[in-house]
């Protein structure tokens, strides 16, 4: 059983918002280094955000196509990661997921679709 389950993605307007969510369950804490990536039709998966380990400070790191629109944080008592995406473009289009960072590959989830209409 994948340990990381994605939900919020839904259909928005460009120039719309929409927040993301990453449970973990299990063993698995939230508080690891994690990262949010996203795949879009025809295209490899790309990390999008990711955030250090909370015993090393939380340290946040964007990928240049969602800086100052995108923020990722996690709520260690739900044990939860989050993704903020603000200022939407078409282009954001994908399907999201949550992973450790670096991903590991058997972590994958279904994720959760974004899609932004112009």
């Keep these: 059983q994948v340990p990381l389950v994605e939900s919020g993605g839904g259909l928005v307007q460009a120039g719309g918002s929409l927040r993301l969510s990453c449970a973990a ?4 804490s939230i508080m690891n280094p994690m990262g949010w990536y996203r795949q879009a039709p025809g295209k ?28 990722i944080s996690r709520d260690n008592a739900k044990n939860t990661l989050y993704l903020e995406m603000n200022s939407l473009k078409p282009e954001d289009t994908a399907v999201y997921y949550c992973n450790l960072y670096p991903f590991r590959v058997n972590y994958w989830g279904k994720g959760t679709l974004v899609t932004v209409s112009s």
């Design 44 to 71: 490899q998966r790309e990390l999008v955000a990711r955030i250090t380990s909370g015993s090393s400070g939380g340290s946040t790191a964007y990928a240049d196509s969602v800086k100052g629109r995108f923020t």
């Design 25 to 28: 369950s299990g063993s698995l």
